[in-house]
């Protein structure tokens, strides 16, 4: 049985870092979906950067939830059989135990080079612009992606999904391409387990509402 589980904000949401969607309110007086893009980072590479390390340093004073829990314990029942697809930049889901995940959308404990195009595991800020470990280069910026840039290992995504028995998106409000999409181009049986039903509910041939500590378990044992 292949599975794939794609996950979203909404499964970190309990372990304590804000969504995107639901955030109620602005970081330092801006939408934090403005400063997630290319042209932020043009305009004010400064503010941007204290955003991501903000949000790295966050990352030390927060801990896997029972959904991320759940999923390790799925991989260690299936193995290979399942990949989870995160659009999170955090590490929960490795600090939980799971090793099958692919980062859609990047990371933040990873810090990539313009210049010399390496990238590089990294645990402090960027705002103070420290060189680059390889090629000494000024140059590193969060590795994320941001709007208008390519998801990466789509190839890898879009062939799980392909041959997968099931597809199970978790904790994502199905509004950002191509996350959304995945339903329509996963081959098994569709299931969406969200706080409420997110765009693209309808979509799925079963939703489940609720707080993914208590979905995610109830679905996985
Ligand atoms: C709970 C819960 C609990 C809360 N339990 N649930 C017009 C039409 C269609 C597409 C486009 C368009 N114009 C532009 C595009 C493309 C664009 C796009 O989709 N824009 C839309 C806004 C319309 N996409 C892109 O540009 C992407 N690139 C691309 O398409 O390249 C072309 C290409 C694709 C494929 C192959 C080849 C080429 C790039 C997208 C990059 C997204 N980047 C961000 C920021 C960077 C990461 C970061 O800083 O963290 O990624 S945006 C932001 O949204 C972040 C997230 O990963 C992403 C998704 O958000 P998510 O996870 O769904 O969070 P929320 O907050 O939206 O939802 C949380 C959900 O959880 C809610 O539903 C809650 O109810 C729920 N929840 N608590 C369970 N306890």
């Known amino acids: 049985m292949r599975v794939v589980v794609l996950t979203g904000a909404g ?3 309990e372990s304590g870092l804000s969504t995107f969607r639901d955030a109620d309110g ?5 939408d934090p979906m403005q400063v997630a893009t290319p042209e932020a ?3 004010d590479p400064g503010l941007v950067q204290r955003f991501y390390d903000e949000r790295r340093a966050a990352l030390s004073r927060v801990e896997p939830n029972a959904a991320h829990l759940a999923l390790a314990r799925l ?3 299936l193995g290979d059989d399942l990949l989870v697809v995160t659009q999170n930049v955090d590490d929960l889901h490795e600090r ?17 080079c313009t210049s010399c195009d390496d990238r590089h595991e990294w645990d402090g800020p960027l705002g103070d612009r420290p060189p680059c470990p390889g090629c ?5 910026r969060p590795d994320i992606v941001w ?4 998801p990466y290992g789509m190839d890898l995504v879009e062939r799980a999904l392909w041959s997968c028995d099931h597809f199970v998106s978790i904790g994502t409000s199905g509004v950002v391409y191509p ?3 995945f339903v329509h181009w996963a081959s098994g049986r569709t299931l969406e387990l969200n706080l409420e039903p997110s765009m693209g509910a309808s979509d799925f041939a079963e939703s489940r509402q609720g707080p993914a500590t208590h979905l995610v378990p109830g679905w996985v044992d």
Not at 96 to 112: F, K, P, Q
Request: hydrophobic share 50%.
């Open 75 to 77: 991989e260690a029942a």
């Open 147 to 150: 709007f208008g840039e390519i």
């Open 26 to 30: 602005l970081w330092e007086g801006h």
């Open 96 to 112: 939980a135990g799971s090793t099958r995940v692919h980062h859609l959308h990047g990371r933040l404990r990873s810090a990539w």
């Open 136 to 140: 000494g280069a000024r140059a590193l």
């Open 41 to 43: 980072y043009a305009d």
């Open 179 to 181: 996350a959304a999409a």
């Open 11 to 13: 499964v970190s949401a």
